[in-house]
């Protein structure tokens, strides 16, 4: 499977907003069905997002629906992750992760991963 990099993580007010970008290098990233992962320091990595292979089918934790929204990019061979309200406390790494095939909810079933972008919300 080709490389996956993550960007947009950085520093956000409480209730501000933002997006980050998953691309996909070395394979179109439209031939992966693809989740977004956080974790925070001492906690497990949690699911968060995911989107399908062809695009039309998005599936959110509830915790973040009704604010965070993916969406797949194929012409820019990216995936994103639009995040409003942010209102955490702690400093979660955001993940993305790749498969050839269904989409799947654990972390355990993805072996494709970027490197991680950090994520800071303050007040």
């Known amino acids: 499977q080709g490389q996956l990099i993550e960007s947009g993580g950085g520093l956000v007010q409480a209730g501000g907003s933002l997006r980050l970008s998953c691309a996909a290098s070395?394979?179109?990233?439209?031939?992966?069905?693809l989740g977004w992962f956080r974790q925070a320091p001492g906690k497990e990595r949690e699911f968060v997002s995911a989107?399908?292979?062809?695009?039309?089918?998005?599936y959110y934790a509830d915790s973040v629906k009704g604010r965070f929204t993916i969406s797949r990019d194929n012409a820019k061979n990216k995936v994103y992750l639009q995040m409003n309200s942010l209102d955490s406390v702690v400093t979660p790494v955001y993940y993305c992760?790749?498969?050839?095939?269904?989409?799947?909810?654990?972390?355990?079933?993805?072996?494709?991963w970027g490197q991680g972008t950090q994520v800071t919300v303050s007040s």
């Open positions: 992760a790749a498969r050839g095939a269904a989409v799947k909810f654990r972390s355990d079933d993805y072996a494709n």
């Open positions: 070395g394979r179109a990233i439209s031939t992966y069905a």
């Open positions: 989107i399908s292979r062809s695009g039309p089918d998005t």
